[in-house]
């Protein structure tokens, strides 16, 4: 079946740690998405990317950083210069964007700061 | 600035009975908008697209109509069922980028 995989589903950080979160899909989309959500908040893009190694900032990049060196894979690090971290973080793909295909999202990775 | 907006209340209502989920917005040229629903510690699911220039779609028990007059579109569920308890988002997609921005979402509780 095809689909989008995040790892992990829990993740616990200490102060001062970089994590990185994965995303994995084999539906051969060409873009790829993170999301962030905070209790009844909307979903906020963090980055995303159109192509292999290239990738944009969202609204709300700052303490994040991905790579996109496969079609594939989309892993999101989430540094220490993120003061907030502890949020629900959702990974998608999608055609290109402007069809009539909506995303397909992964089944998410809850960040928790202990 | 650009802004989405759905009921942050709860819509309970009856099961069989027709759900109306209202997605408002100012300060866009939506190019199209789409519904996803979301289930508890999920991903959204995407269920329908409608683009700038459809009045409106329709997928099995689903509607939505798109007004970009009124600046609104509506999302129906006809004959709901319990198993259609969620939220439901809608995100916003502008000419350009084409990269939908989403609403809060609104919960949906069908009561048996």
């Known amino acids: 079946d095809g689909g989008i995989t995040q790892s992990p589903k829990y993740l616990f950080r200490k102060e001062g740690q970089n994590v990185t979160l994965s995303c994995e899909q084999n539906l051969n989309h060409d873009a790829m998405y993170w999301y962030r959500q905070d209790p009844g908040q909307g979903l906020r893009l963090i980055y995303y990317s159109q192509i292999v190694n290239d990738f944009q900032k969202g609204d709300i990049a700052e303490g994040y950083s991905v790579s996109r060196e496969k079609k594939e894979s989309f892993p999101l690090t989430v540094t220490s210069a993120q003061k907030n971290p502890t949020a629900f973080y959702l990974c998608?793909?999608?055609?290109?964007?402007?069809?009539?295909?909506?995303?397909?999202f992964g089944s998410g990775t809850r960040l928790t700061v202990v | 600035s650009q802004k989405i907006e759905q009921n942050s209340e709860a819509l309970n209502i009856q099961e069989g009975k027709t759900a109306t989920l209202t997605c408002n917005y100012t300060?866009?040229?939506?190019?199209?908008l789409q519904w996803y629903r979301q289930d508890p510690g999920r991903g959204p699911v995407f269920l329908l697209l409608i683009r700038e220039n459809e009045k409106e779609k329709r997928k099995e028990r689903l509607k939505v109509t798109f007004d970009t007059t009124l600046k609104q579109s509506l999302f129906h569920i006809t004959a709901s069922q319990p198993a259609d308890s969620a939220t439901y988002l809608c995100a916003l997609a502008s000419g350009g980028s084409y990269i939908p921005t989403f609403g809060r979402g609104t919960s949906l509780i069908v009561h048996p």
């Open positions: 998608a793909s999608s055609t290109i964007p402007g069809t009539n295909y909506g995303y397909t």
């Open positions: 300060n866009y040229s939506p190019a199209y």
